[in-house]
């Protein structure tokens, strides 16, 4: 395992040594929380006490399925810690699920989609590298080349997706159907997080459609905590960012499982917004 680049990631905010903000206290409850972990059993100190040496004792000792949990769950930590600030590490997210691969942890669910589309895996590395190639675009044609991007995906999947239209001067990126029901489908990629009224005006889209109509509402940078706590709950939108898409595409997930089970959370929470590491 490249443990440098482990580090990088992790230990940025307070140097060598040091995982994310976690202190003592906080680190012994986040492995307790996420993994029940003891991580202070002195087992994984032949190291060294300090959190960085602990953890890479862990990861040294872990199965792939408890490995691959943790580091979901540390990207999921230094994610929140980012919102809205410009990530120090440079390539960050690709160095990140490369160490997965490396580790060769990636969980692969095997299943056929629903739709009975079986996705072509040299077609998903394809996406992959368009997905990582889109970040070099200017703004107005990386906005087009991702609407462009998404119907690739939907397509492979055999999710049946239309692109973008136009109804009496409101703009819809597309749609696709899943298990016979219609989505409606709205999809920003900009440099600052998705604030609530993208959200509502969303919402208000569907709401004037037919009482079945659902949306899925991508943005790839992802969206403010503000955003969903003020959108609210039991809304007719689902909501997807990038690190979504990268974990469908790295980890083999089908991507008609991946709205299902986002759908199937909301119906019983209400929350528009559940990572796709957390459901998987």
């Given at each position: 395992?490249?443990?440098?680049?482990?580090?990088?990631?992790?230990?940025?905010?307070?140097?060598?040594?040091?995982?994310?903000?976690?202190?003592?206290?906080?680190?012994?409850?986040?492995?307790?929380?996420?993994?029940?972990?003891?991580?202070?059993?002195?087992?994984?100190?032949?190291?060294?006490?300090?959190?960085?040496?602990?953890?890479?004792?862990?990861?040294?000792?872990?199965?792939?399925?408890?490995?691959?949990?943790?580091?979901?769950?540390?990207?999921?930590?230094?994610?929140?810690?980012?919102?809205?600030?410009?990530?120090?590490?440079a390539g960050s997210e690709r160095k990140y699920f490369s160490l997965l691969e490396r580790l060769g942890k990636l969980q692969k669910t095997g299943e056929v989609p629903k739709n009975n589309a079986v996705p072509d895996h040299q077609k998903i590395a394809s996406?992959?590298?368009?997905?990582?190639?889109?970040?070099?675009?200017?703004?107005?044609?990386?906005?087009?080349?991702?609407?462009?991007?998404?119907?690739?995906?939907?397509?492979?999947?055999?999710?049946?997706?239309?692109?973008?239209?136009?109804?009496?001067?409101?703009?819809?990126?597309?749609?696709?159907?899943?298990?016979?029901?219609?989505?409606?489908?709205?999809?920003?990629?900009?440099?600052?997080?998705?604030?609530?009224?993208?959200?509502?005006?969303?919402?208000?889209?569907?709401?004037?459609?037919?009482?079945?109509?659902?949306?899925?509402?991508?943005?790839?940078?992802?969206?403010?905590?503000?955003?969903?706590?003020?959108?609210?709950?039991?809304?007719?939108?689902?909501?997807?960012?990038?690190?979504?898409?990268?974990?469908?595409?790295?980890?083999?997930?089908?991507?008609?499982?991946?709205?299902?089970?986002?759908?199937?959370?909301?119906?019983?929470?209400?929350?528009?917004?559940?990572?796709?590491?957390?459901?998987?």
């Amino acid at each position: 395992m490249d443990y440098r680049t482990l580090a990088a990631l992790v230990d940025y905010l307070r140097g060598p040594g040091f995982v994310l903000d976690f202190s003592d206290r906080t680190f012994s409850q986040f492995f307790y929380a996420e993994l029940e972990v003891d991580i202070d059993d002195p087992v994984y100190a032949t190291h060294g006490g300090s959190k960085g040496k602990r953890l890479r004792r862990f990861l040294e000792l872990a199965d792939d399925a408890t490995a691959t949990k943790l580091l979901s769950a540390l990207w999921e930590v230094r994610r929140d810690l980012l919102e809205g600030r410009p990530d120090p590490v440079a390539g960050s997210e690709r160095k990140y699920f490369s160490l997965l691969e490396r580790l060769g942890k990636l969980q692969k669910t095997g299943e056929v989609p629903k739709n009975n589309a079986v996705p072509d895996h040299q077609k998903i590395a394809s996406l992959k590298n368009d997905l990582l190639m889109l970040s070099s675009l200017p703004p107005q044609r990386r906005g087009y080349e991702f609407e462009a991007f998404l119907t690739r995906l939907f397509n492979l999947f055999g999710l049946q997706p239309r692109a973008s239209f136009r109804n009496r001067g409101e703009q819809i990126d597309g749609s696709f159907v899943l298990q016979g029901e219609t989505y409606l489908l709205e999809a920003k990629w900009q440099s600052q997080l998705t604030d609530a009224k993208d959200l509502r005006d969303f919402e208000g889209k569907l709401n004037e459609k037919a009482a079945w109509a659902r949306g899925l509402f991508v943005s790839y940078c992802g969206f403010s905590e503000g955003a969903l706590e003020s959108f609210g709950r039991g809304k007719k939108t689902i909501c997807m960012d990038g690190l979504d898409l990268s974990q469908i595409l790295e980890r083999n997930i089908g991507l008609h499982e991946a709205v299902e089970r986002k759908a199937r959370r909301a119906a019983e929470d209400g929350q528009p917004f559940t990572s796709i590491n957390h459901l998987f």
